[in-house]
């Protein structure tokens, strides 16, 4: 048991956080608004190999784990979780990646010749998409075949036609294109869940600090027991979902028992315990933390909008189930 | 990064399973919850003598040398096998608090008499009018030459009824801010002037109020300074914050997961197939996990040789708070048939949901409130400014 980075792991903690403060200020955050991409974040990930390095077994999922929270808790506009992800199913279907293309997964198998509000689907050269029980990977032409809906998370999101533009048939190495579809929607999940997690802690930061230096009726009024306490109870969660994610990266990169179930898992709880901490540190700011001026809301209408854009958190916690408890028996029983 | 417990916490956890899975009967703990005391003669001194009140000791203390992780593994085991282990914790931790705090006297006769299961302990510091606030203890304690002379009450001291001694908090000087007014003792039971009487609580478990008048003891089972007891609570209390009850949340989320696999509705169904039932147990079981790491995370910091304070005082506060949401949304599952009590005909599940549903109330105010765990991670963990007065 070792619940600590590694050196290089905190060495490469620090060098993604300090990119992103400089980077990825908050002001650069509301700049890239409402599209939510980047291009120099992303150029700056690129150089340092980030997108691919996960992808050819260089690097684990924890290394990535690492970049992801920073990538949350700085709001970076980049779909880092969904490119990591997407280059590793691209590697296992023995297709050429490379650090600069923009590429992501449509998390949802496509219906209707469309694959909607795709993660980075905006910005994305390359989409892996599911339809009709094949991987497909789509170029989007430069025109008409996806549009980018204003959205609550101003995140780079896409409704893509798939049935226009260039697109080719990926052929995993082995297991079906479902099999891997959904290994690749858990890695998201367990990565994702981590973003998740630096989200919440800086947004219970921000609260945190707030509440020291606000005063009201002569005192700070983080000294009222009715404030502390909420943060108490968002820490402890936070430090909850912070252990959760990193074992549910963890049983995936070594195939230990639970990698079935703790990806889902860390995802329904990160990004309750996330949303929460957002919700609450808005809260906390008063009447300011509801003005656009104040970075709390760009926490709070993300970290709503990473849990939704997967599925009704409810319904992920009834899939869940499915991985716990086994699948739901379809033919009535012996009482009739 | 690496989950995986080291192969030596996993054989200790091994011998341990074998023990219980052996020892903690099905009759054990049907007498636990019929007499609502606890604790078990038999297997308190089948443990003992196993080593495992001090299997955290050095060797040259008579322990185990175990690790931290094996300690939390031990834990782990006893709760998950439903085992009446309250006693087993209170002697542990008297006895460890003695090896840090105690004289040589203690240390020679006391201790290993706890260890070796033969004597038991309980603990004296609640009363009714000092709970959160232990400090404003008003059990007074007068020195009389080489004695002390003890008038008091104290609630909840659960066990004493089976114990030998003891840990009795006092006031032996009123004259002065009240943590340093304090002094710790470890009195014999069997001394004149104490009475004991039972008290029932909701969850089943007996628990009691002792009253102390003009009980004389000898200076010699003084704990630590005089007017230096609120250090020696100190060192005790480090003991008492964990996620032991992630053992008792497993056993209830199976219990829930048993029934409602072999329950049908009235249309031949299973009930776990009911999405409504399926969304409730997914949730207790990531809370288990959650409560299960925060665990883990405190006895790992321990063995790096750190002090998880406030880690192990969020174990406690999320462990217990989720212990009673699962509770609550597992005993809903049964429906009306989630009512019938432990040992009626054909309750659902045996009644051991609705018998953890009131049990489980107590857990957020024993060995710390929820909010004094909340105060804690506020001040020294998130650094908020003090909210109340120390007066």
């Given amino acids: ?336 | 990064m690496d989950f995986s417990l080291p192969p030596e916490v996993e054989a200790f956890r091994a011998e341990v399973r074998a023990f219980l899975a052996e020892h903690v009967t099905d009759e054990v703990i049907e007498r636990a919850h019929a007499t609502g005391t606890m604790h078990d003669w038999g297997l308190h001194r089948q443990m003992a003598a196993e080593g495992w009140l001090s299997a955290g000791w050095p060797a040259e203390f008579g322990g185990q040398g175990r690790s931290p992780l094996e300690m939390n593994a031990l834990t782990e085991e006893m709760y998950l096998s439903g085992a009446p282990v309250d006693g087993l914790g209170v002697a542990s931790l008297v006895a460890h608090t003695l090896l840090i705090d105690g004289t040589d006297w203690q240390k020679r006769t006391v201790i290993p008499r706890i260890l070796s299961g033969e004597v038991m302990c309980c603990l004296g510091y609640s009363e009714p009018d000092a709970g959160s606030d232990v400090a404003a203890c008003a059990t007074r304690a007068v020195r009389d030459g080489d004695e002390w002379v003890i008038n008091g009450q104290k609630m909840f001291t659960t066990l004493a009824h089976e114990a030998h001694y003891v840990f009795l908090l006092t006031r032996t000087n009123p004259d002065v801010a009240k943590h340093e007014g304090l002094t710790m003792f470890l009195v014999p039971m069997d001394t004149p002037g104490i009475e004991i009487t039972p008290v029932h609580t909701m969850g089943g478990e007996r628990t009691n109020i002792t009253f102390y008048t003009d009980v004389r003891v000898d200076d010699r089972h003084r704990v630590g300074e005089v007017d230096g007891g609120w250090k020696v609570m100190m060192t005790a209390l480090v003991f008492e914050r964990n996620s032991a009850w992630y053992g008792e949340c497993v056993r209830l989320l199976d219990t829930a997961v048993a029934w409602a696999t072999s329950a049908r509705d009235a249309d031949g169904r299973r009930l776990i197939d009911d999405p409504l039932v399926r969304e409730r147990l997914a949730r207790a079981a990531v809370g288990n996990e959650v409560a299960n790491l925060l665990g883990w995370r405190a006895a790992w910091m321990a063995a790096e040789g750190q002090l998880p304070g406030v880690e192990g005082t969020m174990a406690k506060l999320f462990t217990t708070e989720h212990y009673q949401q699962a509770a609550d949304d597992l005993i809903d599952i049964l429906g009306p048939e989630g009512l019938r009590r432990h040992g009626e005909p054909g309750a659902a599940a045996d009644g051991w949901v609705e018998a953890t549903y009131r049990h489980c109330q107590v857990t957020t105010i024993y060995g710390g409130t929820s909010e004094v765990c909340r105060g804690i991670i506020a001040e020294r963990g998130l650094g908020l400014p003090r909210s109340r007065s120390s007066r």
């Fill in chain 1, 1 to 336: 048991m070792d619940l600590a980075l590694s050196g290089e792991q905190e060495a490469l903690r620090d060098t993604v956080a300090r990119f992103f403060s400089k980077v990825a200020s908050a002001e650069r955050v509301r700049a890239a608004e409402p599209l939510g991409f980047d291009a120099a974040v992303w150029r700056g990930l690129a150089d340092m190999g980030v997108p691919t390095m996960a992808a050819d077994g260089g690097a684990t999922l924890a290394d990535v784990s690492v970049v992801a929270r920073e990538a949350g808790a700085h709001l970076a506009p980049v779909p880092i979780v969904e490119a990591a992800v997407t280059n590793r199913l691209l590697t296992r279907c023995a297709h050429a990646v490379d650090d600069t293309t923009v590429r992501t997964l449509a998390l949802r198998p496509a219906t209707g010749g469309r694959a909607a509000l795709v993660p980075g689907g905006a910005v994305a050269a390359e989409v892996v998409v599911l339809g009709g029980g094949d991987l497909l990977l789509v170029r989007p032409g430069p025109t008409g075949e996806r549009r980018a809906p204003a959205n609550l998370g101003s995140a780079p999101l896409a409704d893509i036609d798939i049935t226009a533009g260039r697109r080719s048939l990926l052929t995993p190495a082995d297991g079906s294109a479902v099999d891997e579809h959904a290994r690749a929607l858990d890695e998201w999940r367990a990565l994702t869940a981590s973003w998740l997690v630096g989200l919440g802690r800086a947004a219970l930061d921000l609260g945190v600090s707030y509440v020291k230096d606000r005063r009201q009726f002569g005192v700070p009024i983080g000294s009222f027991q009715a404030v502390q306490h909420r943060l108490a109870d968002l820490a402890t969660a936070l430090d909850g979902a912070a252990l959760l994610a990193d074992k549910a990266v963890w049983t995936l990169d070594t195939d230990a028992p639970g990698a079935a179930t703790f990806p889902a898992m860390a995802f329904s709880y990160c990004g309750e315990a996330a949303q929460r901490a957002a919700a609450a540190s808005l809260h906390l700011h008063g009447g300011y933390g509801f003005m656009e001026e104040y970075d709390i809301q760009l926490h709070f209408r993300r970290a709503k909008a990473a849990r939704l854009v997967l599925a009704d958190p409810c319904r992920e916690l009834v899939g869940l189930a499915d991985r716990l408890f086994g699948p739901v028996e379809t033919s009535t029983g012996a009482g009739r």
